[in-house]
């Protein structure tokens, strides 16, 4: 029901813009997030936005990432500036139902990923 785009291969410094678009039912969705997971380690959180607009971003996205949502139902993006080799990582979206919006929060619903190379 969430489906990823926008990733791809850049260089140290490049820039990318990801889109994640609900398809099919829509949901109730109070937040909405960025997480990625690189080879071997655990998945992160990376930016959250709820549904009143407000955004929390994890240290290491802080002034380099910029979430926003669509105008479309459960539709969000995440602008990837300056980017360096450990952003290397699969990126997904999730859609969390009900409740407070923070990264550490439970996600329901996940897209399957995009995959973003910084080399």
């Known amino acids: 029901q969430l489906v990823e785009s926008g990733g791809g291969s850049v260089q140290t410094g490049g820039s990318l813009r990801l889109s994640c678009a609900g398809s099919?039912?829509?949901?109730?969705?109070?937040?909405m997030g960025w997480f990625r997971q690189a080879p071997g380690k655990e998945r992160e959180g990376v930016a959250a936005i709820s549904k009143y607009g407000t955004i929390s971003y994890a240290d290491s996205a802080r002034g380099r990432f910029t979430i926003s949502k669509g105008s479309a139902k459960n539709s969000m993006f995440l602008q990837l500036n300056n980017l360096k080799p450990e952003d290397t990582a699969m990126y997904y979206c999730a859609v969390r139902s009900r409740g407070g919006c923070n990264l550490e929060a439970y996600f329901e619903y996940w897209g399957q990923g995009t995959q973003v190379t910084v080399s």
């Open positions: 099919g039912n829509t949901f109730i969705s109070d937040c």
